[in-house]
């Protein structure tokens, strides 16, 4: 079935510094989401990627959809402490009602 | 931006009784809600779809008597955990598609506890 590998699994950055995490699949997807997720709250849409080779920002937060179409990263210029929390890469084949398939996150700390 | 309403937010029940779950689109209609779980320090774990007017199609290993879903209106979706037990104590989410641009939206997740 598909997989998704989003690496690293967790990281400790200092206030200001780059953050860049990634995620690759077994399969070629159309749609690449990155979410972050605070505790005990619900996933909350960054940036949303629907075509190949797109690059996305969103303030500080820039995204790429990988030209194989099986990869994407995530990259967040100049931390904050609020940045702090849970990063969720997610994705799905095809348009629809197919739901979405979600790497295992990745925990950032950012140490003020 | 679309909302997803999902309630209770907290919820603490003994074991054997049943819970139920809500989740409602807002501002936008939903042919299609799916139901996640997630353990502490865990991804996301997709449990059901949820479609509006039929019946909601399980994942493998998701007990569809235990998780009654119900899609009645194209707002609506509830989940009830019956006869719960305490390894049902999770973090339950629920996500919605606008179905007019085919976007989700997560609701802010339910944490259930069992006593």
């Known amino acids: 079935g598909q997989q998704l590998n989003q690496s690293p699994q967790s990281m400790f950055i200092q206030e200001g510094e780059d953050v860049s995490m990634n995620c690759t699949s077994s399969?070629?997807?159309?749609?690449w989401l990155w979410y972050k997720q605070d505790p005990g709250e619900g996933p909350v849409l960054l940036i949303a990627l629907y075509k190949a080779g797109e690059l996305t920002s969103n303030g500080r937060l820039t995204a790429q959809f990988g030209i194989t179409r099986k990869d994407s990263f995530l990259n967040i210029s100049a931390s904050i402490p609020s940045d702090v929390g849970i990063y969720f890469c997610a994705g799905n084949i095809l348009s629809g009602n197919t739901p979405l398939v979600f790497g295992k996150g990745t925990r950032l700390s950012v140490i003020a | 931006g679309a909302v997803v309403s999902q309630h209770p937010s907290r919820v603490i029940c003994k074991s054997g009784t049943s819970v139920k779950i809500e989740c409602r689109s807002l501002?936008?209609?939903?042919?299609?809600m799916f139901w996640y779980r997630q353990f502490p320090k865990q991804s996301l774990m997709l449990m059901a779809t949820?479609?509006?007017?039929?019946?909601?199609?399980?994942e493998q290993g998701v007990e569809k008597d235990k998780f009654l879903i119900n899609h009645a209106s194209l707002t609506l979706s509830t989940l009830t955990v019956t006869s719960a037990h305490p390894e049902d104590s999770s973090f339950y989410i629920c996500?919605?598609?606008?179905?007019?641009?085919?976007?989700?939206?997560f609701g802010s997740g339910t944490q259930l506890s069992v006593l």
């Open positions: 996500s919605a598609r606008d179905r007019l641009n085919e976007k989700l939206f």
């Open positions: 399969s070629i997807f159309n749609t």
């Open positions: 501002d936008f209609q939903a042919t299609t």
């Open positions: 949820s479609n509006e007017g039929s019946k909601a199609t399980y």
